[in-house]
């Protein structure tokens, strides 16, 4: 009795109470503090050059993403847990890039689009892109897609697993057409993707060039629009795994 005395009353009840809530405040800390170290760190100070602009044709964008905003030139998506933001690793050029990051969860869906002028139906869409990160075998980190109103007719991506680089276009009957452009994309390397489309069915022109080499040329390709009323950087569907950085774009009308 005498020892238990001594030893004195152990923790009173308010007290423990109050030594779980610091323990749980403690846990959550460092739960939150590993959430946003998981996260792409928030872009530095920007302020780098405009891009060159070596097309011909009127300026629609011209944008090397020193403005520490996608949203500058861009109509922005970025679901679920997707991300479509501003980087200061390593750009291409200057002090940032615009980065994409897409999950394979379902609801995970990120790009950038830019509307065109009305009656456009002949473009440039120039520039340089770095994947990271690829996503299953059999999908794909697309670069340059190209829309009449909401129907996709053309774009340029890189396979994954193989590395390929690719040209897909819609047919009229709703199917798509693959042409691979002799090219292969390294991870972690920028590449530069000119693509030059004029829509006029039957008629229409498509050419890419890769790195300042024409790849591909086709002056009767069939495309099924005349019109093109979006380009979009990134995929307008979800669970497009991968992880890549974009700069110094520049789309010019004709």
């Not at 923790?11 to 405040?25: D, E, G, M, N």
């Not at 690793?89 to 002090?95: A, D, F, Q, V």
């Not at 022109?205 to 890769?210: A, I």
């Not at 950087?233 to 700069?247: P, R, T, Y």
Request: glycine fraction near 10%.
């Amino acid at each position: 009795m005498h020892a238990s005395a001594a030893a004195g009353p152990g923790p009173q009840p308010h007290r423990r109470r109050a030594h779980a809530v610091a323990l749980l405040l403690a846990t959550a800390a460092v739960l939150v503090a590993g959430v946003l170290s998981a996260a792409p760190a928030a872009a530095a100070s920007c302020g780098g050059s405009s891009p060159p602009i070596d097309r011909p044709g009127s300026v629609v964008v011209a944008d090397s993403f020193e403005s520490g905003s996608v949203s500058t030139y861009w109509t922005k998506t970025d679901e679920g847990d997707a991300w479509a933001g501003i980087t200061t690793s390593g750009p291409h050029r200057g002090l940032c890039a615009g980065r994409i990051i897409v999950t394979s969860s379902s609801t995970s869906r990120a790009n950038l689009r830019r509307g065109l002028p009305s009656g456009t139906d002949e473009i440039w869409a120039v520039g340089w892109f770095r994947v990271d990160r690829q996503g299953y075998s059999g999908s794909n980190v697309p670069t340059f897609r190209f829309f009449n109103g909401s129907q996709r007719i053309l774009d340029v991506h890189r396979a994954n697993g193989s590395g390929s680089l690719w040209l897909r276009t819609a047919s009229g009957s709703g199917s798509w057409r693959y042409v691979w452009l002799n090219r292969y994309i390294e991870l972690h390397r920028w590449y530069r993707i000119d693509v030059h489309i004029r829509t006029s069915w039957s008629s229409s022109v498509v050419s890419v060039w890769v790195n300042g080499t024409r790849v591909y040329a086709n002056t009767a390709y069939s495309l099924p629009a005349s019109r093109l009323t979006t380009v979009m950087i990134g995929a307008e569907h979800v669970k497009q795994l991968g992880d890549f950085s974009v700069d110094d774009v520049v789309l010019t009308r004709l």
